[in-house]
């Protein structure tokens, strides 16, 4: 497959937002001992990928070199396989997440590490599979790991807010978080109040209203956990409405958020706010995909793309706007 080239879209420098990706023709990689050749049917697009295309995610995150074909979500079938592959053999479908220094997804074929793809079920479509790992992955972390939360409603009651619960983590975070003993708020626009709803909320805040803005649940509960989807909030807004260890999970901080974790844990406050990375493993990918297949989560997906138009996709997302996921199909 190397001599073959493929279409894919990439971008040669840091900057330039949907303007800045260009449409070219390069080969097609050749898996290494330990990575399988994917024929790629879906990619999903999250803002980690325009953020590392704006260079604000720096040192943490960046290409390892330029020109880079971004996206890092992917789902397709195995075409090729390297030597020391083990659990995939060509034809196989499968969900894999691509390393951010690397990139690739926003193309035909793709390389992934083998143990960073998951098989597929016939129950879950490309689409719905590539839109799980960074998404899904961040709120099923961030619950289990984070807050506490058994998805098997065995463990301790837990009160917890998701905002920005329309996006695609926090459709996510809503669903995965009701498979717990919880009751869950969230606040989202006006428009997707019942979506939100549907996929399990118990209470849902319009953002805009007073009430939402000011994070109040309309039943008076304080909040034991909240996943913090959205950005611009100040801790003033959460304090008065987190129970006596009420915690914080930031998704997206900020140099001024890390700066109040650290003064929290300083002053030893039982209220804490606890910035948030994702990390990827095999054995988490493979647990959500499974629960799609199970019918216990869904992936919303906004829209979806054909490679071609990839960079309306790209600015779509930039937008901040979308209900779920935006998809790109080859």
């Not at 006006?190 to 209203?209: C, F, H, P, Q």
């Not at 950005?231 to 958020?257: A, C, M, Q, R, Y």
């Not at 019918?295 to 990839?310: A, F, M, N, Q, V």
Request: proline share 6%; hydrophobic share 40%.
């Amino acid at each position: 497959m190397a001599s073959k080239l493929m279409h894919a879209i990439q971008f040669d420098s840091y900057g330039g937002g949907a303007a800045g990706l260009k449409h070219v023709e390069v080969p097609v990689p050749t898996p290494k001992k330990n990575e399988v050749l994917l024929k790629v049917e879906a990619t999903s697009i999250n803002p980690v990928d325009w953020k590392i295309q704006k260079g604000m995610l720096r040192p943490l995150f960046l290409p390892r070199k330029f020109p880079y074909i971004p996206c890092i979500d992917v789902a397709g079938e195995v075409l090729e396989v390297g030597p020391e592959v083990k659990d995939f053999r060509a034809g196989d479908k499968v969900v894999a997440y691509l390393s951010s220094k690397n990139g690739g997804g926003l193309a035909e074929f793709a390389v992934a590490e083998e143990s960073l793809t998951v098989a597929r079920p016939s129950e879950v479509s490309a689409a719905e599979g590539s839109a799980l790992p960074i998404a899904c992955l961040t709120a099923y972390e961030a619950l289990t790991r984070i807050a506490g939360v058994k998805l098997d409603k065995t463990g301790q009651p837990k009160n917890i807010l998701v905002t920005a619960a329309s996006g695609g983590v926090g459709l996510y975070a809503v669903q995965l978080a009701k498979l717990g003993n919880t009751h869950v708020t969230a606040t989202c626009g006006a428009r997707n109040i019942d979506l939100v709803k549907s996929l399990g909320a118990d209470e849902v805040l319009d953002y805009k209203t007073p009430d939402g803005a000011a994070l109040r649940s309309p039943s008076g509960k304080k909040y034991d956990v909240v996943v913090h989807c959205a950005t611009g909030t100040p801790w003033s807004t959460f304090e008065p409405n987190l129970s006596e260890n009420g915690k914080v999970i930031d998704l997206t901080p900020s140099f001024g958020s890390l700066m109040t974790s650290a003064v929290k844990k300083l002053t030893f406050c039982k209220k804490q706010l606890v910035p948030f990375f994702v990390t990827v493993t095999g054995e988490s990918l493979s647990y959500v995909v499974n629960l799609v297949k199970e019918g216990k989560l869904k992936s919303i997906i906004d829209s979806t793309y054909p490679l071609s138009k990839g960079e309306d996709g790209w600015a779509k997302s930039m937008d901040g706007h979308a209900t779920g996921k935006i998809i790109v199909e080859p």
